[in-house]
T-cell receptor
Framework: NAGVTQTPKFQVLKTGQSMTLQCAQD?????MSWYRQDPGMGLRLIHY???????DQGEVPNGYNVSRSTTEDFPLRLLSAAPSQTSVYFC????????????????FGAGSRLTVL | GEDVEQSLFLSVREGDSSVINCTYT??????LYWYKQEPGAGLQLLTY?????DMKQDQRLTVLLNKKDKHLSLRIADTQTGDSAIYFC???????????FGAGTRLFVKA
């Protein structure tokens, strides 16, 4: 059981380039999300999805695009990278999007460190 | 909007107790969480507490919740060097699609 897998672990881009961060989970979780982690600012939610075909914006969605064509995959696209997008990106999933009867604990990937020059 | 605040640093001696504090603004928070992040890794759940509880204990960890003051704390008894990490407080409300995180408290444990 791999959990949440993110690729790549490290990436360096030039300003204006585009790229996709991949995220896959094998736990049949309905809910998937992307956060970015910056020093002193904690984790900020970029986009999330409550199921295949459904996505929505978080706190800091500008400059990022997502899609959810399958339950397992939730890629994050940077359309035109900017130095302000230098960060560590985490994908996280949980059994469902709403509370239901459980705590809906997030399972995190190991992170992808992105540097934009 | 929802906000979660915690101090950025805490330093303790090995064997002492550590207390990490957190305040949140969303009075409809249903679940409050503590996650741990070790260097170069993702976050892992340490423990969580449901909003109708005041306290939860799990081995060396004690979580206290004061709903009136919207204050959450994590106590680590007999702190070890292996406890050195960043600890994140987080909250989510029933039916909410978002888990909101604090900035994280970096715990330094001195031998």
């Amino acid at each position: 059981n791999a959990g949440v897998t993110q690729t790549p672990k490290f990436q360096v881009l030039k300003t204006g380039q585009s790229m996709t961060l991949q995220c896959a989970q094998d736990m049949n979780h309905e809910y998937m999300s992307w956060y970015r982690q910056d020093p002193g600012m904690g984790l900020r939610l970029i986009h999330y999805s409550v199921g295949a075909g459904i996505t929505d914006q978080g706190e800091v969605p500008n400059g990022y695009n997502v899609s959810r064509s399958t339950t397992e995959d939730f890629p994050l696209r940077l359309l035109s990278a900017a130095p302000s997008q230098t960060s560590v990106y985490f994908c996280a999933s949980s059994p469902s999007g709403t509370g239901g009867s459980g705590a809906n604990v997030l399972t995190f990937g190991a992170g992808s460190r992105l540097t934009v020059l | 909007g929802e906000d979660v605040e915690q101090s950025l640093f805490l330093s303790v001696r090995e064997g002492d107790s550590s207390v990490i504090n957190c305040t949140y603004t969303d009075s409809s928070s249903t679940y409050l969480y503590w996650y741990k992040q070790e260097p170069g890794a993702g976050l892992q759940l340490l423990t969580y507490i449901f909003s109708n509880m005041d306290m939860k204990q799990d081995q060396r960890l004690t979580v206290l919740l004061n709903k009136k003051d919207k204050h959450l704390s994590l106590r680590i008894a007999d702190t070890q060097t292996g406890d050195s990490a960043i600890y994140f407080c987080a909250e989510r409300n029933t039916g909410g699609f978002k888990t909101i995180f604090g900035a994280g408290t970096r715990l330094f444990v001195k031998a």
